[in-house]
T-cell receptor, first 115, second 114 residues
Framework: GAVVSQHPSWVICKSGTSVKIECRSL??????MFWYRQFPKQSLMLMAT?????????EQGVEKDKFLINHASLTLSTLTVTSAHPEDSSFYIC???????????FGEGSRLTVL | KQEVTQIPAALSVPEGENLVLNCSFT??????LQWFRQDPGKGLTSLLL?????REQTSGRLNASLDKSSGRSTLYIAASQPGDSATYLC?????????????FGKGTMLLVSP
């Protein structure tokens, strides 16, 4: 089946630094990628939708200057958490929508801990 | 705005039982509906995808139905096993103002005991 690779799986950083998370669709083209965050024992919260070659659409309450999303190609989207703070610690998950079927495939997630 | 509701929020059954998870959505103008499972601390695994023109999909012990007009989908799990224990999420893909949106339910936490 289709695979979405998310990297890194775990990251620990100091407060004030920036962290970049990559999301790659390995064997299909993804016109749309989604970024979510998930707090413990809660459902996914959509942060933003990114379409290849255009600016991401952010959900209400999500700071676009804080969470920079780049979708430069049909197989890669990146999420950069800028000037991270402890409250940004969370589980971040990306998904990619296969271009021809619309089916979604998810990465394994990236657990961010900001000290 | 699309809203997705999943019932029940949690379900505990003994091994071997057949069970049904429910998902309802408010806007019937959807592209597709997808069921996922999520194990603790892990990403999501796609189980079944139903396009808006389809009424059901089957994979092994799983069967998902879609009634677009009534805004409902069910996931049927036959002969449940402890390995089925996970959180099950449904997600609806629809259009909002020309943009493609995706809306998740809050999930059903399933526990299958031996």
């Amino acid at each position: 089946g289709a695979v979405v690779s998310q990297h890194p799986s775990w990251v620990i950083c100091k407060s004030g630094t920036s962290v970049k998370i990559e999301c790659r669709s390995l064997d299909f083209q993804a016109t749309t990628m989604f970024w979510y965050r998930q707090f413990p024992k809660q459902s996914l919260m959509l942060m933003a939708t990114s379409n290849e070659g255009s600016k991401a659409t952010y959900e209400q309450g999500v700071e676009k200057d804080k969470f920079l999303i780049n979708h430069a190609s049909l197989t890669l989207s990146t999420l950069t958490v800028t000037s991270a703070h402890p409250e940004d610690s969370s589980f971040y998950i990306c998904s990619a929508r296969r271009a021809n079927t619309g089916e979604l495939f998810f990465g394994e997630g990236s657990r961010l801990t900001v000290l | 705005k699309q809203e997705v509701t999943q019932i029940p929020a949690a379900l505990s059954v003994p091994e071997g039982e057949n069970l049904v998870l429910n998902c309802s959505f408010t806007d019937s103008a959807i592209y597709n509906l997808q069921w996922f499972r999520q194990d603790p601390g892990k990403g999501l695994t796609s189980l079944l995808l139903i396009q808006s023109s389809q009424r059901e999909q089957t994979s092994g012990r799983l069967n998902a139905s879609l009634d677009k007009s009534s805004g409902r989908s069910t996931l049927y799990i036959a002969a449940s096993q402890p390995g089925d224990s996970a959180t099950y999420l449904c997600a609806v893909s629809s259009s909002l103002g020309g943009y493609s949106t995706l809306t998740f339910g809050k999930g059903t936490m399933l526990l299958v005991s031996p």
